[in-house]
């Protein structure tokens, strides 16, 4: 081979490998370890955002766990605040981190996009608990609450919100003692669970459903006002006497110095993938119920959200 031909043998070769890796124009950071709600949350809407052709390029998900998402919230806070291409999932596990002042911030650092969709919360044991049923559990937690090993998300997280509100409708008498092991999301917990670790976890649907679908736990109550689509033989807390659901919204926000044409322009783009098959298809297959609320409405919505959150910690003693 010439000198000549070998250098356009090279030049093809990079230029097909440049063209056939990813193009990335749109970022999404999933404030969590792989595998959890929010990393499906930036994955789902993302692949959707490509395939209907509203980002350039593919979505670049960026796992970013700590602090329950307070090192995601602080990092786009400081130095992503006027990122267009850039946004973050979120939940009401969020708002229920600044209405207990958890993060560095509060909901006017950061500008809101929309929900697409609510889980639900399950409570969930391992596949060779010898809790059948919601009943069993909480007798266990009223006659040896020392051996009943909770988890999921921080203290005072959404996940132990809805876990104290479960024994404390089941007749639970100081449930502030119950005992609490936080994890950096469902996922992480329900693995240490099926360990043996721990006794029982309290998390979202989501979080849960691929382990509930191979067998390796056993979910005990859903906490929804209606058996859940995709997993109808499921009793929620509400059929079995305990009046506690748990809904946990999926959605998006950006930076608080995003601008209004820049907000609005994400608004929409995530109106049409809301809108999409696609959407509805993932959505019901991962439990989530779809649920549209943007813009200001969206802002309104999280505001009495936060309200109510502090005042259900302040109630079981998270805050004062």
């Known amino acids: 081979m010439t000198k000549l031909n070998t250098v356009y043998?090279?030049?093809?070769?990079?230029?097909?490998?440049?063209?056939?890796a990813p193009a990335y124009a749109t970022e999404c950071i999933a404030p969590s370890n792989p595998g959890g709600g929010w990393d499906f949350t930036c994955r789902s809407v993302g692949k959707i955002l490509t395939e209907l052709g509203e980002v350039d390029g593919n979505v670049q998900v960026t796992n970013m766990p700590g602090g329950v998402g307070a090192v995601?919230?602080?990092?786009?806070?400081?130095?992503?605040?006027?990122?267009?291409?850039?946004?973050?999932?979120?939940?009401?596990?969020?708002?229920?981190q600044i209405a207990q002042s958890k993060y560095p911030g509060g909901l006017e650092d950061a500008r809101f996009l929309a929900?697409?969709?609510?889980?639900?919360?399950?409570?969930?044991?391992?596949?060779?608990?010898?809790?059948?049923?919601?009943?069993?559990?909480?007798?266990?937690?009223?006659?040896?609450p020392d051996q009943?090993?909770?988890?999921?998300?921080?203290?005072?997280?959404?996940?132990?919100?809805?876990?104290?509100?479960?024994a404390k409708e089941s007749g639970v008498e100081n449930i502030t003692g119950l005992r609490w092991v936080q994890f950096d999301g469902g996922t992480e917990a329900i693995t240490q669970m099926m360990g043996g670790q721990i006794t029982v976890v309290s998390t979202d649907l989501g979080e849960a459903s691929g382990f509930a679908e191979s067998g390796d736990?056993?979910?005990?109550?859903?906490l929804?006002?209606?058996?859940?689509?995709?997993?109808?033989?499921?009793?929620?807390?509400?059929?079995?006497?305990?009046?506690?659901?748990g809904y946990n919204w999926r959605g998006f926000?950006?930076?608080?110095?995003?601008?209004?044409?820049?907000?609005?322009?994400?608004?929409?783009?995530?109106?049409?993938?809301?809108?999409?098959?696609?959407?509805?298809?993932?959505?019901?297959?991962?439990?989530l119920i779809p649920n549209w609320?943007?813009?200001?409405?969206?802002?309104?919505?999280?505001?009495?959200q936060e309200a109510e959150i502090a005042e259900i910690s302040r109630a079981i003693g998270i805050i004062k």
């Open 115 to 144: 929900m697409l969709g609510a889980d639900v919360g399950v409570i969930a044991v391992d596949a060779d608990s010898p809790y059948r049923t919601l009943g069993d559990l909480t007798a266990a937690m009223q006659q040896t």
């Open 253 to 287: 926000y950006t930076g608080k110095n995003v601008s209004d044409a820049d907000h609005d322009a994400w608004v929409a783009r995530l109106e049409t993938v809301y809108n999409s098959d696609q959407w509805k298809q993932a959505a019901t297959n991962a439990g």
């Open 224 to 245: 929804s006002d209606e058996p859940v689509p995709a997993f109808p033989d499921i009793p929620t807390a509400v059929s079995q006497g305990v009046d506690v659901t």
């Open 72 to 96: 995601g919230f602080a990092h786009v806070a400081a130095d992503r605040s006027d990122d267009a291409d850039l946004i973050i999932a979120t939940s009401t596990v969020a708002v229920t």
């Open 293 to 304: 609320i943007a813009g200001a409405d969206f802002q309104a919505y999280l505001a009495d």
């Open 9 to 20: 043998t090279a030049a093809a070769v990079l230029i097909g490998s440049a063209l056939a």
């Open 148 to 166: 009943v090993i909770g988890a999921g998300d921080g203290a005072g997280s959404w996940d132990h919100i809805r876990y104290l509100l479960v």
């Open 217 to 222: 736990i056993r979910l005990l109550a859903v």
